[in-house]
Nanobody, 124 residues
């Protein structure tokens, strides 16, 4: 069993900052790509940023220069530093990770996991 637990969301004024965290736990052999997605009300879930195991990053055009993704491999944790927040950044933010896990019989396989989501609301 593997779990992703997010934290750090909240209500913030335009121009403010937040730092989201997502910690993976459980039967983890290794973690490949990690990323953040967001879903605004009535809209589909969209990519925000991804980071590879060695630290290569990719960002949606709408967040470049304002958001920074990072990870701590020793802690199995990915972060999203969000600066200069805008009302249009309001959404539920989901963590995603490609994780190699294993069964009790030591069968190894890789699959995607999602966190439960954390709400970010930008409003004055």
């Amino acid at each position: 069993q593997v779990q992703l637990v997010e934290s750090g969301g909240g209500l913030v004024q335009p121009g403010g900052s937040l730092r989201l965290s997502c910690a993976a736990s459980g039967r983890i052999s290794s973690i490949k790509d990690m990323g953040w997605y967001r879903q605004a009300p009535g809209k589909q879930r969209l990519l925000v940023a991804t980071i590879t195991e060695v630290g290569s990053t990719n960002y949606a055009d709408s967040v470049k220069g304002r958001f920074t993704i990072s990870r701590d491999n020793a802690k199995n944790t990915v972060y999203l530093q969000i600066n200069s927040l805008k009302p249009e950044d309001t959404a539920v933010y989901y963590c995603n990770a490609e994780i190699e896990t294993y069964t009790s019989g030591l069968y190894y396989y890789t699959t995607d996991y999602w966190g439960q989501g954390t709400q970010v609301t930008v409003s004055s």
